[in-house]
């Protein structure tokens, strides 16, 4: 699942740019779409991503004491994020991705497009938090600030300027089900809190985020 759920964050960054990063382009997804498709997401959807996430959360085999150290408004939109993903409203998932300028450009081009199929097929069975930790203010922030600051100025963006003020780094695990065959993976997020903007959940570790930065300047 990781392929899908990180593919945008690779995404951004290489559009514009000349430097490759990570695996596998994704030439289809990085086409900007001719017109837009309104995408109509029955409320019944969001109902049960929601109705799952909040199940999940109270099965407690997850790492309670590293839940604790995460802010409750970072995990909240972390939720959230997952939950969009999962009921198929991807333009609702950017946003809880991407500062304002940035939304409003993959809006405008093809964003509802960007992660192909994704997770179209697969149910959220269960999601826990485990460990969370604090994001170092040093390196962490500044790894981040670069990444949306390039991610703008590589496509165009003007009047991108981000300040990252907190931040976490989660491990997230997820069961999900296809209906017929259940997979099992964990996922490190970034969770960084953009003044002015809130918080916001980038689909990568640390370490690959400052990799992924680093291969893009």
Not at 128 to 143: F, H, N, Q, V, W
Request: hydrophobic share 35%; aromatic share 8%.
């Amino acid at each position: 699942m990781r392929k899908h759920i990180a593919l945008l964050s690779a995404l951004l960054i290489t559009l514009g740019a000349s430097a490759s990063c990570g695996s596998g382009s994704s030439g289809s997804e990085s086409t900007a779409a001719s017109g837009k498709t309104d995408i109509e997401i029955p409320s019944s959807a969001m109902d049960d991503a929601s109705r799952a996430l909040d199940e999940a959360a109270g099965k407690g085999a997850g790492d309670d004491s590293g839940n604790a150290e995460c802010d409750d408004e970072a995990v909240t939109v972390l939720k959230d994020y997952v939950g969009s993903m999962f009921s198929g409203d991807t333009l609702k998932a950017l946003k809880y991705m991407y500062p304002q300028k940035i939304y409003d450009f993959l809006a405008e081009n093809g964003g509802e497009n960007a992660f192909g199929s994704g997770v179209s097929g697969f149910e959220l069975d269960e999601m826990r938090i485990g460990e969370c930790s604090r994001l170092a203010p040093d390196t962490g922030y500044k790894t981040v600030e670069d990444f949306f600051n390039l991610s703008a100025s590589n496509n165009g963006i003007d009047g991108v300027s981000v300040t990252v003020s907190d931040g976490y780094c989660a491990e997230v695990w997820f069961r999900i089900t296809d209906g017929t065959n259940t997979d099992e993976d964990t996922e490190n997020v970034v969770l960084a809190y953009i003044d002015g903007e809130g918080w916001k959940v980038i689909p990568l570790g640390i370490e690959e985020l400052t990799d992924q930065v680093s291969k893009a300047k």
